[in-house]
């Protein structure tokens, strides 16, 4: 029972086939072969009538050739006899030019000359009253001897006068067997064109399997369909570019990274993204693996794949969160370290202030006391006396207490003022505190390491100064360091480096304004960051008069110099090693809600 629906299902099918190969090949010779049969009736419609009119003229041109004087001389002369003149003029015209008959008659057109000699002396079957009338008549009639191309023309005598007419005729047969006899020949030259033409198909139906994977069109329009899905649901970015470079395909997501819109379709790359390490990176002219490039404020990675086609395929990957969890995790570890420091700091401190009281010297505990919690508090009021925006200042009051824990001097120019009216104070707490890090990794390993900040407003513009005492950025790499990716320091197990700098100066340019290194006092690095109209319009007077700011954290115990310098021969500050490092282009941006990080706010939690 089950061999007939198993017999069922091996039977071919036939029918039209599903490849693209197979369809374009059928279509092409079909094509080729409607071609050749329109081609081949097209020539014979006219070749028909070309012939007609070829046999009507020899019919005419035979039969003005007929008609001399000398023929209407026979005819005026003679009677009309098998054997006369006329008729043996007749016969050897018709012999020598392969008529079928060659026809002279008089006025009353009477034969005087025929093929068969039984119709000599009789009126013509058609009318020759056209010839008679001095025209030349060609057409195609039917006489006694059937249908035949004719030639009619009258017949003169020396003065010129009508005597008669003569008619030629050819035989229809003839020109019918011409044209049947071309059909051969013809035919062999329209197969040899289809021949050609299917050879053709064939190999251009070959190439087509080779670029379409020999697949059908209902498998290329569910790849289609399918990849449009994938593409525009992937989280991450894709961009096809073409040979020429311009964009060929794009995804949603790629056009979030890159701020692009679907018009940049069809555009060239470098167009559109315009000059920068994203459009080197893209375009391929920067070659490697998990390549870094910043675009607005994202940090993306990127990876590109060429095609056969000489396109290639580039994927994007949004690093921006993890690069900031990867700061969170280096902060926590340094909050690790710096909770050790202050557990032993705390129970120094704990310890003298109980042997204070153990010695009953209770004066000397209070002004232990005292002294520990105040110096921490005067350098947040000087700090926030200087820098009105709570953002800015509450960054550099927790920079000024890591950079104590590192033996380094954070000092505010006393140039430093700063009215509470950012237009994007987020903002510069990223600037500051990538640049404040940068210069506290630079100055950890100097004699005297100390940082200098100045940050100041002239009109609406904003102008920030950090120095330090490291050793310094070179000339010939003063433009390098802002590249991204570039670093000289091992990067961490998190990620990678060479981000910082370069999104200080993406936000720099992007708010109008610049950033340049130099060399500073010290000998070291000082890089000056310029924000025009980064405040806006005053509207209540800056300065002395207005209320301070909040006290940031303070550290009790840390003795503190002139102009908010955090000394860093603090018996409790923790000793730790430093090596010598350069200025490097890492990034440090601050929490978005322009927080410190969650070493900063521990750590300044912990010392209130």
């Excluded at 525009?232 to 949603?252: C, F, Q, T």
């Excluded at 994007?316 to 926590?332: F, I, K, Y």
């Amino acid at each position: 029972m089950s061999a007939g629906p198993s017999t069922s299902g091996r039977r071919r099918r036939f029918g039209w086939p599903r490849r693209v190969f197979s369809q374009v090949l059928l279509m092409q010779i079909a094509i080729a072969a409607g071609v050749a049969v329109l081609a081949t009736g097209l020539f014979l419609a006219p070749f028909s009538d070309e012939l007609d009119d070829q046999a009507m003229s020899r019919a005419l041109a035979i039969a003005e050739t007929t008609a001399t004087p000398q023929v209407a001389r026979d005819l005026r002369t003679s009677r009309p006899t098998a054997d006369g003149p006329v008729q043996a003029e007749a016969d050897r015209i018709r012999r020598a030019t392969g008529a079928e008959y060659v026809v002279i008659m008089d006025r009353r057109g009477v034969r005087w000359s025929h093929t068969e000699p039984g119709q000599i002396g009789q009126v013509v079957s058609t009318d020759p009253s056209e010839a008679l009338a001095g025209k030349h008549v060609m057409e195609l009639d039917s006489g006694t001897l059937g249908r035949s191309a004719r030639g009619k023309v009258p017949l003169r005598d020396d003065t010129g006068k009508i005597v008669g007419a003569v008619s030629v005729g050819i035989a229809y047969d003839s020109v019918r067997d011409r044209l049947l006899a071309s059909i051969p020949e013809l035919l062999a030259y329209a197969g040899g064109a289809l021949a050609v033409g299917a050879l053709a198909a064939y190999l251009i139906s070959r190439r087509l399997q080779r670029q379409t994977h020999d697949l059908a069109f209902s498998d290329i329009s569910a790849l289609l369909t399918e990849r449009e899905a994938m593409l525009h649901s992937l989280r991450e970015g894709v961009v096809a570019l073409d040979g020429a470079g311009r964009i060929r395909l794009m995804n949603d997501e790629a056009q979030r990274l890159l701020g692009l819109g679907p018009d940049a379709i069809g555009q060239p790359l470098d167009m559109v993204l315009g000059d920068g390490r994203t459009t080197e990176v893209l375009t391929g002219r920067v070659l490697g693996e998990d390549l870094l490039t910043v675009r607005g404020s994202r940090v993306l990675v990127a990876n590109r794949m060429p095609t056969d086609d000489g396109g290639a395929v580039v994927t994007l990957r949004d690093r921006t969160e993890l690069e900031r969890l990867g700061r969170e995790l280096d902060a926590t570890r340094g909050l690790i370290d710096a909770l050790r420091a202050q557990d032993h700091e705390h129970a120094n401190r704990m310890h003298t202030l109980l042997g204070l009281l153990e010695l009953d010297m209770h004066e000397e505990a209070v002004e232990f006391v005292t002294e520990v919690v105040g110096v921490h508090r005067a350098t947040a009021e000087q700090i926030t006396e200087r820098i009105h925006d709570p953002l800015p200042a509450a960054l550099l009051v927790g920079k000024a207490t890591v950079a104590a824990e590192r033996g380094v001097s954070l000092r505010l120019s006393p140039g430093s003022l700063l009215p509470d009216r950012l237009v994007d104070p987020q903002g510069l707490v990223t600037v500051v505190g990538n640049l404040v890090d940068n210069a506290l990794d630079a100055a950890a390993g100097s004699a005297d390491p100390r940082i200098e900040v100045e940050l100041r407003a002239e009109g609406r513009t904003v102008v920030l100064v950090v120095s330090d005492s490291g050793p310094g950025v070179a000339v010939d790499r003063r433009e390098l360091v802002f590249t991204e990716g570039w670093s000289t320091k091992e990067p961490p197990a998190h990620g990678r480096r060479g981000l910082g700098l370069a999104m200080v100066r993406r936000l720099a340019e992007r708010q109008g304004g610049s950033v340049r290194v130099g060399a500073s006092a010290d000998g070291g690095a000082e890089f000056t960051v310029v924000l025009p109209e980064a405040l806006t319009e005053a509207s209540r007077p800056e300065g002395p008069d207005r209320p301070e700011g909040s006290e940031g954290p303070s550290e009790p115990g840390r003795p503190e110099g002139p102009d908010g310098i955090m000394d860093p021969g603090d018996p409790c500050a923790r000793d730790t090693p430093h090596g010598q490092d350069s200025h490097e282009n890492d990034s440090h941006e601050q929490d978005p809600h322009g927080q410190n990080t969650p070493h900063e706010r521990a750590t300044a939690g912990e010392k209130q």
